[in-house]
Every structure is written in C-alpha cells, then in structure tokens.
C-alpha cells in the first residue's frame, strides 16, 4: 500500500515563504513524476509544479519565478518551495506521484491529503 503525506501549511503574510513537503511510503519500486497541484475555492485543481525522476522541471505561469520544486530520490520525498507569496496562492496544495509498487510492478497516479496554505494579513 502505497501513502503520500504532505506538511508544512499554514498561514503567511503576503511577501512571506512557505515550504510543503511530501512523503511517500509504502510498497514502492519506483517513483516517476511528482508534483504538487492546487484548488482554490470555488476552481478547479490546476497544476502548480512538477519534476521527474531525473529532474526537470515544470511549472505553472503564475508561479514561475517564485516556487522551486525539488526532491530527494533517496527519501522518496518532494519538496515545493514558495517565496513572495501572494493572496492569489492560497489554496488546499496537493502533492501526487507516478508511483510503481512492488505488487504489480506498474505505475499508478497517487495523491497526498492535501494541506492548506493561507496568504493573508
């Protein structure tokens, strides 16, 4: 069985940096792509950054510039940077992951719980 967990929400004025983290555990071969996507009330869930297993990277318009996603292949985790937030990023942020287990040996799209990240004063 297969968790993502995601930390490091919470509320931060405009201008300030948060960090989200996600882990993934579980009966894992592989991990391909990872990345983190966002819903705000009231919109769809958008893609906000992503990473594969070598490294590249891509990343929504709005946030270019501002968040950096990385990862630690050794600790299975994901990681989203975010400096000079604005009002506009607050959302529930969504960590997911093109994962593989060792039951089937096949990828699978998982998702973490999401956590909630306010920009306000």
């Known amino acids: 069985q297969v968790q993502l967990v995601e930390s490091g929400g919470g509320l931060v004025q405009p201008g300030g940096s948060l960090r989200l983290s996600c882990a993934a555990s579980?009966?894992?071969?592989?991990?391909?792509?990872m990345g983190w996507h966002r819903q705000a009330p009231e919109k769809q869930r958008e893609l906000v950054a992503a990473i594969t297993s070598g490294g590249s990277t891509n990343y929504a318009d709005s946030v270019k510039g501002r968040f950096t996603i990385s990862r630690d292949n050794a600790e299975n985790t994901v990681y989203l940077q975010m400096n000079s937030l604005e009002p506009e990023d607050t959302a529930v942020y969504y960590c997911n992951a093109d994962i593989a287990s060792m039951d089937t040996l096949r990828s699978g799209d998982y998702w973490g719980q999401g956590t909630q990240v306010t920009v306000s004063s």
């Open positions: 579980g009966n894992i071969f592989a991990i391909n792509a």
